[in-house]
């Protein structure tokens, strides 16, 4: 004689009890996660911002001077029109938005010396704190 054995699921309290620890540790992970996230965006800002202050520089060792405020960044990539003295492109790809998907503003001659370059945060605005904060090429 063959016995059937006996198959149980999960009860309904079970599985509320399982959600409800699962809610709570993602409750507890995820702001650190996301603090984590808004960090590496400010890091990875510094960096395209360094790495853009080099090219300026390499941009200004070949033709003398800086690129104006009309000219832009992009006269990292292509050449403009009256630059005879362009050794560039001085970057390998396009000019990168910054990490929250707007443009570096590039200002020459800048209030802070040749010129000022920086993105506005994650707020967009001027000044702020933590992830909001400028990120400049001046400080």
């Not at 590496?40 to 405020?69: F, N």
């Not at 370059?117 to 000044?127: C, F, N």
């Amino acid at each position: 004689m063959l016995r059937r054995g006996i198959s149980r699921g999960f009860t309904l309290l079970e599985l509320l009890v399982v959600l409800v620890v699962l809610g709570l540790l993602a409750g507890l992970v995820a702001p650190k996660y996301f603090s984590q996230l808004g960090k590496s965006e400010v890091k990875a800002a510094r960096a395209q911002v360094e790495g853009l202050v080099k090219a300026l520089d390499l941009y200004r060792l070949d033709t003398g001077h800086y690129p104006s405020t009309e000219q832009g960044l992009t006269a990292l990539v292509t050449r403009p029109g009256n630059e005879t003295k362009w050794g560039g492109p001085y970057l390998q790809k396009a000019v990168p938005a910054d990490p929250w998907g707007r443009n570096y503003a590039y200002v020459a001659p800048g209030e802070h010396g040749e010129y000022d370059l920086y993105s506005l945060g994650k707020d967009g605005q001027p000044g702020g704190d933590g992830e909001n904060a400028d990120i400049t090429s001046w400080e």
